[in-house]
C-alpha cells in the first residue's frame, strides 16, 4: 500500500516586497564584487608604482656608477702618468747625483797634501761605461772609459769595472819628491780614493830654487755606498738597486 503525500507552501510577503529584496541582494552582492575588484586595481597599481620607484632608484645608481667608474679611471691614468714621469725624473737624478760631495773630495785632499805641498788645479769629471749606459738608452761610451774588466788587489782576480766614476786630476807643486810620493801615497790609503798614480813630475826652477810640479790622478767609484765616521750612509748610487 502507498501513500502519496503533497507539500503546501504558502507564501505571505507581497509578491513586489519580494521583488525589491532580491534586487537589493543583487546590488549589495555587485556593490561587494566592485569594491573587490576597486581594491585588487589599487593594490596592483600601489605595487608597480613601487617597483617603478625601485627600478628609477637602481638606474640612478648604476648611472652613478658609470659615472664615478670614468672618473675613477681618469685618476688612475693620471696617477699612472705621475709615476712615469716620477720613475724618469728619479732615472735622472740616479746618474746626475753622487754619492759623495764635491766639497768633502777638496777638504779631503787639500788635507792629505804635505806642509810643503800646494795644490794649482783639481779637476773632477763624471764618466760612465758603455754598460752604464746601455739601460738609459746610450749607445756610445767616452773615448777614454776604463776597460769594462779591472784588476782587483787579490791576485790575478779580475772584477768588473764599475758602471760609473769620478776621474781626478790633482795639479800642483812640491818641494821634492819625497813630499810628493807622501803625498801619493797618503791619498792611496784614503777610502774612497782608488788607481791613484802619479802621470806627471818635472822639476821647475823658481826664484828660490827648484821645486817639482806634478800631476796626480785618482779615480772614485760612485756605484757604492759611502759611510761618515760614525756609520750613517752618505748616498747609495748603484745601478740597478741599492747596496
Same mark, same amino acid.
Given at each position: 500500500? !502507498?501513500?502519496?503525500?503533497?507539500?503546501?507552501?504558502?507564501?505571505?510577503?507581497?509578491?513586489?516586497?519580494?521583488?525589491?529584496?532580491?534586487?537589493?541582494?543583487?546590488?549589495?552582492?555587485?556593490?561587494?564584487?566592485?569594491?573587490?575588484?576597486?581594491?585588487?586595481?589599487?593594490?596592483?597599481?600601489?605595487?608597480?608604482?613601487?617597483?617603478?620607484?625601485?627600478?628609477?632608484?637602481?638606474?640612478?645608481?648604476?648611472?652613478? #656608477?658609470?659615472?664615478?667608474?670614468?672618473?675613477?679611471?681618469?685618476?688612475?691614468?693620471?696617477?699612472?702618468?705621475?709615476?712615469?714621469?716620477? *720613475?724618469?725624473? #728619479?732615472?735622472?737624478?740616479?746618474?746626475?747625483?753622487?754619492?759623495?760631495?764635491?766639497?768633502?773630495?777638496?777638504?779631503?785632499?787639500?788635507?792629505?797634501?804635505?806642509?810643503?805641498?800646494?795644490?794649482?788645479?783639481?779637476?773632477?769629471?763624471?764618466?760612465?761605461?758603455?754598460?752604464?749606459?746601455?739601460?738609459?738608452?746610450?749607445? *756610445?761610451?767616452?773615448?777614454?772609459?776604463?776597460?769594462?774588466?779591472?784588476?782587483?788587489?787579490?791576485?790575478?782576480?779580475?772584477?768588473?769595472?764599475?758602471?760609473?766614476?769620478?776621474?781626478?786630476?790633482?795639479?800642483?807643486?812640491?818641494?821634492?819628491?819625497?813630499?810628493?810620493?807622501?803625498?801619493?801615497?797618503?791619498?792611496?790609503?784614503?777610502?774612497?780614493?782608488?788607481?791613484?798614480?802619479?802621470?806627471?813630475?818635472?822639476?821647475?826652477?823658481?826664484?828660490?830654487?827648484?821645486?817639482?810640479?806634478?800631476?796626480?790622478?785618482?779615480?772614485?767609484?760612485?756605484?757604492?755606498?759611502?759611510?761618515?765616521?760614525?756609520?750613517?750612509?752618505?748616498?747609495?748610487?748603484?745601478?740597478?738597486? !741599492?747596496?
Amino acid at each position: 500500500m !502507498s501513500t502519496v503525500s503533497a507539500e503546501f507552501i504558502v507564501d505571505f510577503l507581497p509578491r513586489d516586497v519580494r521583488r525589491r529584496g532580491v534586487l537589493a541582494t543583487s546590488r549589495r552582492r555587485s556593490m561587494l564584487l566592485l569594491g573587490l575588484l576597486g581594491s585588487v586595481v589599487v593594490g596592483v597599481a600601489c605595487h608597480s608604482w613601487n617597483r617603478f620607484h625601485e627600478a628609477e632608484a637602481h638606474r640612478g645608481v648604476s648611472l652613478a #656608477l658609470t659615472t664615478n667608474a670614468t672618473k675613477v679611471d681618469d685618476v688612475i691614468d693620471r696617477l699612472a702618468g705621475e709615476q712615469r714621469e716620477l *720613475h724618469r725624473y #728619479l732615472s735622472v737624478y740616479d746618474r746626475l747625483a753622487l754619492p759623495v760631495e764635491q766639497s768633502d773630495i777638496v777638504a779631503t785632499i787639500t788635507n792629505l797634501m804635505p806642509e810643503r805641498t800646494s795644490l794649482s788645479m783639481l779637476r773632477m769629471e763624471v764618466k760612465e761605461s758603455a754598460a752604464g749606459k746601455g739601460t738609459d738608452g746610450a749607445t *756610445h761610451a767616452p773615448a777614454n772609459a776604463n776597460p769594462a774588466v779591472a784588476a782587483s788587489g787579490a791576485g790575478n782576480i779580475r772584477t768588473p769595472a764599475p758602471s760609473r766614476w769620478m776621474e781626478i786630476t790633482i795639479r800642483g807643486y812640491a818641494q821634492d819628491n819625497a813630499d810628493l810620493y807622501e803625498f801619493e801615497r797618503k791619498l792611496a790609503n784614503t777610502k774612497p780614493f782608488a788607481a791613484v798614480t802619479v802621470s806627471e813630475n818635472k822639476p821647475t826652477d823658481i826664484a828660490r830654487g827648484r821645486i817639482q810640479e806634478f800631476a796626480v790622478n785618482c779615480r772614485i767609484d760612485l756605484d757604492v755606498q759611502y759611510v761618515r765616521p760614525g756609520g750613517s750612509p752618505v748616498a747609495s748610487v748603484v745601478k740597478g738597486g !741599492s747596496k
